[in-house]
């Protein structure tokens, strides 16, 4: 991975370095129940919450296991979500999609615009082949948004984490480079 923090730019969002002055907004929708509902975390109920998913951010960058955008609209500084790669697997050319938005962003299609993005430099500039994605199975509105960039559900894996007191079953999905050339002709 490169030392440079990458800066993504679609049509409509430019995909940035979280900094600790973002916080506010981070906290702003980290704290929503519905935006949280399958994050595998509790809402936010503190600045110094977000302040420490920010410190997270920051640690898988400096160790080079993962990289998190925070997506902010053109024009425009202040992050409404964030997107990006966790437990990169370098050896392997894998990693993990997550990602999460703003409520008052939604259906519109924000986060697929994003996501294109990510994957596009995932494949092309990290050189993953694979990258997947792990759902909870009532979260169809993600699953949704995955299927319509070409992502495969390979399966369920059973009480797969342990989140927020609940053993949480998940679907794995994947998507393969060449998948996602091929759609992209």
């Given at each position: 991975m490169r030392d440079t923090f990458p800066i993504l730019k679609t049509e409509r969002l430019?995909?940035?370095?979280?900094?600790?002055?973002?916080?506010?907004?981070?906290?702003?929708?980290l704290s929503d129940e519905e935006v949280v509902q399958y994050y595998g975390l509790e809402p936010f109920e503190t600045i110094q919450d977000a302040l420490s998913e920010i410190a997270w951010y920051?640690?898988?960058?400096?160790?080079?296991?993962?990289v998190r955008w925070g997506i902010t609209r053109r024009g425009e500084n202040q992050v409404i979500g964030s997107c990006g790669f966790l437990n990169i697997a370098a050896q392997h050319f894998r990693a993990e999609i997550g990602y999460e938005l703003h409520r008052h962003y939604w259906g519109q299609g924000i986060a697929t615009e994003a996501i294109e993005a990510i994957l596009r430099f995932g494949f092309e500039q990290l050189k993953f082949q694979r990258i997947q994605a792990l759902i909870e199975p009532p979260n169809i509105p993600s699953q949704k948004l995955l299927e319509k960039q070409g992502f495969t559900q390979e399966g369920l894996l059973r009480n797969y984490e342990y989140t927020s007191g609940n053993f949480d079953d998940l679907y794995m999905y994947s998507l393969l480079k060449k998948e996602f050339i091929y759609m992209k002709k």
């Open positions: 430019v995909l940035r370095k979280i900094e600790e002055s973002d916080a506010h907004s981070i906290m702003e929708y920051q640690k898988i960058w400096n160790e080079k296991t993962g």
